[in-house]
């Protein structure tokens, strides 16, 4: 099945694949998980999530205004990015500086503010890496 992300403005090809729960005893969350393929041979796989709020998968074309920027979020089912219009697109005068380092990461769907979780949560390989 073809998709066209919008976004960046390529078709991507995307492909059904079974989605099994990590760690083995998560409890059971029924997700669509697609491998996604770019013209360049370049794929990847993605959880299609769902919560009580529609993200925007399936978007219009964006005109971004000069001197703007589009903002994607790391997370593109759950993040509030460029394509929502609290956000919108980010002036060339806001940006301050390339990002160089991943300074800290949480993962398991946790809360930076929930410390006690970070001996599990923290993703530790990943802390100041290189950003690519």
């Given at each position: 099945?073809?998709?066209?992300?919008?976004?960046?403005?390529?078709?991507?090809?995307?492909?059904?694949?079974?989605?099994r729960a990590?760690?083995?005893?998560?409890?059971?969350?029924?997700?669509?998980r697609w491998r996604?393929?770019?013209?360049?041979?370049?794929?990847?796989?993605?959880?299609?999530?769902?919560s009580g709020v529609d993200f925007p998968d399936d978007t219009g074309?964006?005109?971004?205004?000069?001197?703007?920027?589009?903002m994607m979020g790391d997370n593109r089912e759950n993040s509030e990015d460029s394509?929502?219009?609290?956000v919108g697109y980010v002036p060339f005068e806001s940006l301050i500086a390339r990002a160089q380092v991943i300074f800290f990461s949480i993962g398991d769907a946790k809360s930076v503010w929930e410390m006690w979780s970070?001996?599990?949560?923290?993703?530790w390989d990943r802390l100041f890496t290189l950003v690519r």
């Open positions: 099945m073809e998709h066209r992300l919008n976004a960046i403005a390529l078709p991507i090809l995307w492909a059904a694949i079974p989605c990590t760690p083995a005893d998560a409890p059971l969350v029924p997700v669509v996604e393929s770019l013209p360049n041979g370049v794929s990847y796989d993605t959880l299609q999530c769902r074309l964006y005109t971004v205004p000069a001197d703007h920027f589009f394509r929502f219009p609290d970070w001996p599990w949560s923290v993703r």
